[in-house]
């Protein structure tokens, strides 16, 4: 009999620290949630907020779980593909809920909820995301990488990029007017995605250069200030310069596309930072070889 192996410990079996944490904060946003519901602090309509807040934190945590892959290259540490199987199937486990709270809002009539997911365009998104997530969930574990194969095993969860652009359209649409937060996920989710693929065209194991992350992050900010200006010249009929010429001024505060740069030039910062530790850290070993004593 296969014993399951406990979240909080590593491969070799010893706790880790790391995955504990993150096992334990997992938890909280719907801890929180719950706690909210039970003291009647989410107002008047206390099931539609729970329905908000869980979908909120199943879609943050599927996009951190994106960020592990490109924060592991630019961090150049590797054992933080330790929490990203953990927190995939949590964003699922969240989204799951979410819908569970969906149906309890619609009084358990699963012909309606059917009905709706059909007529709904973004509940239909959503739910063919969720299908999706249920299958890279179900597919997690060691044993289902055995039986695939890495290789299968990994094209199949390359899924969740499709699976991200879903969730994230989803969410746009439900959000109408308000959409402060969605674009700035959408602009991060791109830029994820864009360093996934300058990472493939690298090669597995080469460093990606400094230029080129600075590059990507500036691109994604332009394409997040149009599609931002595209969307409200779409959805409201509002003239695209008007938004543009607002992202231009900080009079309207700090805008998406400016998050976007902001979290792209971090990186881009951080990816010269340890660029140069490792140059010298490489310089320092090949002195110290240099003066040993033959
Ligand atoms: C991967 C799949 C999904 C993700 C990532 C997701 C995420 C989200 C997010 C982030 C919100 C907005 C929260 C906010 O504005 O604070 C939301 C709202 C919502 N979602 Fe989902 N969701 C998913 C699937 C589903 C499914 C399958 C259903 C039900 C069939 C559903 C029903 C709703 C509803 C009813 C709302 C609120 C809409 C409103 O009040 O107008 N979602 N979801």
């Known amino acids: 009999m296969t014993r399951l192996k406990r979240p909080w410990r590593d491969n070799s079996g010893h706790l880790s620290p790391l ?30 907020e729970a ?12 996009l951190i779980s994106l960020a592990i892959t490109p924060a592991r290259r630019v961090l150049q540490w590797p054992r933080l593909l330790l929490v990203r199987r953990m927190i995939g199937v949590a964003a699922f486990a969240y989204i799951a809920i979410h819908l569970t709270l969906y ?11 059917g009905s709706e997911i059909v007529l709904r365009f973004y509940l239909a998104i959503g739910f063919v995301a969720l299908l999706g997530l249920a299958l890279l969930a179900a597919t997690s ?8 194969g890495g290789f299968r095993w990994s094209r199949l969860h390359e899924t969740v990029y499709a699976i991200g652009i879903l969730a ?37 194991g080469r460093r990606i250069s400094v230029w080129a992350t600075a590059a990507l992050s500036l691109l994604v900010a332009l394409a997040t200030a149009g599609g931002e200006a595209v969307y409200f ?10 938004i543009l010429a607002a992202d231009l001024s900080l009079y309207a505060g700090i805008r998406p596309a400016w ?9 881009t910062v951080i990816a010269a930072l340890r660029g140069t530790a490792r140059r010298q850290s490489r310089f320092g070993a090949a002195r110290s070889d240099a003066y040993r004593p033959s």
């Open 19 to 48: 995955k504990l944490a993150v096992f334990a904060a997992l938890f909280v946003p719907g801890l929180w949630t719950a706690l909210g519901y039970a003291l009647g602090l989410l107002g008047g309509r206390p099931l539609n």
């Open 51 to 62: 329905i908000h807040q869980v979908g909120l934190w199943g879609y943050r945590f599927l």
């Open 103 to 113: 149906i309890t809002d619609q009084m358990f009539d699963l012909w309606k909820v």
């Open 141 to 148: 574990t060691d044993a289902m990488v055995r039986r695939l």
């Open 168 to 204: 994230t359209l989803h969410y746009f649409m439900q959000s109408k007017l308000e959409v402060y937060e969605p674009t700035v996920m959408a602009g991060l989710c791109a830029w994820m995605m864009g360093h996934r693929l300058i990472a493939r065209s690298y090669g597995e």
């Open 233 to 242: 010249r779409l959805g409201l009929g509002i003239d695209p310069t008007l």
């Open 259 to 267: 998050v976007v740069l902001i979290v792209g030039a971090g990186v």
